[in-house]
C-alpha cells in the first residue's frame, strides 16, 4: 500500500500513516519498539548525570572497600620496630654504656696505638701500620660515637706509640680494653711488603679516658 500526500497532508501525518499501516502489516514489529521505547524510557534516566555519576562514585568505594578486606593483616607493633632484644645489639649497646661511663664531659681522651716487636718491621712500615689503626678506629667510631670522637679532636687527638712482645700479649690487652668498654681496632696486614699476610701488627684502643686507657696500657713502654 502506498501512500500518495495531498497538499493538506504533513510530513509527520504521513509518517504516523506509515507506522499505522506497517504496524497492520506486521504485528510482531510493533510490539518490539514498544519494548524498544520502554527500554529507552527505562535508561535516559538512569544515564542522565543526576544519577550516573552519584552511582558510579558509590560503586567506586565499595569495590575499594572489598580491596581493603583481601589486605593480609600486619601486627601494629612489629611495623616500623626492630628486634632490641638481638644479641648483637644488646651487645653493641652495653659496650656503649660502658664507654659513656668511663669517659667524663672533661676527661681528658687519649688514643694508644700498639705495635708488635716480635715482627721486626721497619720504620716506614710501623708508621703506615699505625695510620691504619687509627683512620680504621675513627671509621668505626664516626658511626656511633660521633661525639666522643669530637671531645677527643677539642684537645688535639693525642695518640700514643707503645710496644708489646707478640701476638699473645696483644690479644690480652684487646680483652682488657674490650671489658671496660674502650673501643679497639686491630690492623691485619695485606702481606704485600715485609710480613705475611694476615697478621696482626698493632691494636689501636681509644680514644677513651686516660684512666682508663692506662690502667690497660700503664706498663707497656714506650715505641
Known amino acids: 500500500m502506498t501512500l500518495v500526500p495531498n497538499r493538506g497532508t504533513t510530513l509527520k501525518q504521513l509518517s504516523a500513516l ?11 514489529s510493533r510490539s518490539s519498539r514498544r519494548e524498544q521505547r520502554r527500554e529507552g524510557e527505562w535508561l535516559s534516566p538512569s544515564l542522565s548525570p543526576g544519577y550516573f555519576v552519584p552511582g558510579l562514585i558509590v560503586g567506586f568505594l ?14 601494629p607493633k612489629s611495623k ?20 659513656g661511663s668511663s669517659v667524663a664531659s672533661n676527661d681528658e681522651l687519649k688514643m694508644v696505638l700498639v705495635v708488635r716487636q716480635d715482627l721486626k718491621m721497619g ?33 688535639g687527638q693525642p695518640k700514643i706509640v707503645l710496644s708489646c712482645k707478640n701476638q699473645q700479649e696483644m690479644n690480652k690487652l684487646k ?4 671489658s671496660i668498654g674502650l673501643p679497639t681496632f686491630v690492623v691485619a696486614d695485606a702481606g704485600r711488603t715485609q710480613i ?24 707497656l713502654r714506650l715505641l
Open 175 to 178: 680483652e682488657a680494653a674490650d
Open 18 to 28: 506509515e507506522e499505522m499501516v506497517g504496524s497492520f502489516r506486521n504485528p510482531t
Open 123 to 155: 720504620i716506614g712500615k710501623i708508621a703506615s701500620q699505625c695510620a691504619h689503626a687509627a683512620t680504621g678506629i675513627y671509621a668505626e667510631l664516626i658511626l656511633s660515637q660521633r661525639s666522643l670522637l669530637r671531645q677527643w679532636e677539642s684537645t
Open 62 to 75: 565499595c569495590g575499594f572497600l572489598l580491596d581493603l578486606r583481601k589486605l593480609p593483616k600486619t601486627n
Open 80 to 99: 616500623g620496630s626492630t628486634n632490641t632484644n638481638h644479641p648483637s645489639l644488646a651487645k653493641h649497646r652495653e659496650k656503649v654504656q660502658r664507654l
Open 196 to 219: 705475611s699476610a694476615g697478621s696482626r701488627t698493632v691494636l689501636a684502643i681509644g680514644p677513651g679516658g686516660k684512666a682508663s686507657v692506662d690502667s690497660v696500657t700503664g706498663r
